[in-house]
């Protein structure tokens, strides 16, 4: 086995995690009040959280809300498309102790995601 040559090795300069320079730096804050609540006053155009009191980006906010819209809307799609798929039916009485019962959905996981991705297209 013959050696590799080390003479043409150019060693880089190491990097901290401090010093890093890009267009974007994300920073998310995990710890402390997570701003459930908040207060908009449209004359000053400020955002300030009632939990805390902290002035918030309303930027940050947009984000949070479309965010959570974009996951209402998917899960919706998803759930109309699994009924769509057992045929509007959810509930059957139970042969056995005649009480109302979920019926479990056949389709599968993909089949699912298809059928609410067709439903999201229609509801634009």
């Keep these: 086995m013959s050696r590799i040559p080390t003479d043409n090795i150019v060693q880089l300069p190491k990097r901290t995690k401090g010093d890093v320079t890009g267009p974007l730096t994300v920073v998310h804050n995990y710890g402390g009040c997570r701003h459930a609540h908040t207060e908009v006053d449209e004359k000053k155009a400020e955002v300030t959280c009632r939990d805390c009191g902290e002035k918030i980006n309303p930027i940050w906010l947009l984000m949070q809300l479309a965010t959570e819209d974009r996951m209402l809307r998917d899960r919706w799609a998803s759930m109309?498309?699994?009924?769509?798929?057992?045929?509007?039916?959810?509930?059957?009485?139970?042969?056995h102790c005649g009480q109302m019962t979920r019926i479990r959905s056949n389709a599968s996981s993909t089949e699912i995601s298809r059928v609410a991705d067709q439903i999201k297209r229609e509801e634009k």
């Design 80 to 95: 109309k498309a699994e009924l769509s798929l057992m045929g509007e039916r959810v509930k059957t009485k139970c042969q």
